[in-house]
């Protein structure tokens, strides 16, 4: 854990602000922690970390009627940042298919998860773009997410 993140977390405890400190890759607790801390008691609620899982989990896990702010702790010459889960949501960062939310998950595997490369050298963005233009790629996460779907038409879709 980063020592800006105990600093915030000392801080706002000392202020009556509840807080969970998650370790290791606890992305989905955090995210779930998030979504049912806002259940309970209805106001905003905020998330800290560095890893782009959590911008993922944000979009595809957090229900519609709620928003969950992620502050994205700066590293080097990028600063602190806040980020909406509905502003994730409603953005063309999600593929315009059917099954918007669950197919960030398939572009985000595809683009090599926590990598910043993963996909053909490229970026997380620049393959989300190649996602939002191509027919044939949107229609993949519908596959890979359909427990129907045969393996033929999963080996066919790639």
Do not use: W
């Amino acid at each position: 854990m980063s020592v800006s993140i105990r600093k915030l977390a000392s801080h706002l405890e000392n202020v009556c602000i509840c807080t969970f400190v998650a370790t290791d890759d606890a992305d989905v607790h955090i995210v779930k922690t998030g979504i049912e801390t806002y259940e309970k008691i209805k106001k905003q609620v905020y998330v800290i970390g560095q890893d782009v899982d959590i911008f993922v989990l944000l979009i595809a896990l957090t229900p519609i009627y709620i928003d969950i702010l992620m502050l994205k702790e700066d590293m080097g010459k990028v600063k602190d940042r806040f980020y909406s889960s509905k502003d994730l949501q409603n953005s063309n960062l999600v593929i315009e298919c059917t099954h918007k939310k669950k197919s960030i998950f398939c572009v985000h595997a595809i683009s090599g998860c926590d990598t910043t490369s993963g996909f053909y050298g490229k970026g997380k963005l620049q393959a989300v773009q190649l996602f939002n233009l191509s027919k044939y790629l949107q229609d993949i996460p519908e596959i890979f997410n359909n427990p129907k779907s045969t393996y033929t038409e999963i080996e066919r879709a790639g």
